[in-house]
Nanobody
Framework: QVQLVESGGGVVQAGGSLRLSCTAS???????LAWFRQAPGKEREFVTA????????WYADSVKGRFTSSRDNAKNEVYLQMDSLKPEDTATYYC???????????????WGRGTQVSVSS
């Protein structure tokens, strides 16, 4: 397993942008990576997943066209560029790594502690 640490969260007005980063303690080049989010009182929700080589990326319909994810295996980092943010994007965002390229949280074995994103209207 790898250790993951997210950063880059904060407070932003609707329509603004934030860039989240996730740094791994070990080599995650062979792992699928994903971002999930969880708002208070709601279940954890899939945001995006990247396969181990990078070219294939899934996005949830709710963020498609606004969020862009990418990975840099040489730096052991994964990123989530969030543009045109909406109040409903407010949540704690988690980075995850696993052996299966999937939209299901249960398929990811390593998780960061999360970073808070708050979007004001």
């Amino acid at each position: 397993q790898v250790q993951l640490v997210e950063s880059g969260g904060g407070v932003v007005q609707a329509g603004g942008s934030l860039r989240l980063s996730c740094t791994a303690s070990g080599d995650f080049s062979r792992y699928a990576l994903a971002w999930f989010r969880q708002a208070p009182g709601k279940e954890r929700e899939f945001v995006t997943a990247l396969n181990w080589s990078g070219p294939s990326i899934w996005y949830a319909d709710s963020v498609k066209g606004r969020f862009t994810s990418s990975r840099d295996n040489a730096k052991n980092e994964v990123y989530l560029q969030m543009d045109s943010l909406k109040p409903e994007d407010t949540a704690t965002y988690y980075c995850a790594a696993g052996g299966l390229y999937s939209i299901r949280a249960s398929d990811y074995s390593s998780w960061g502690r999360g970073t808070q994103v708050s979007v004001s209207s």
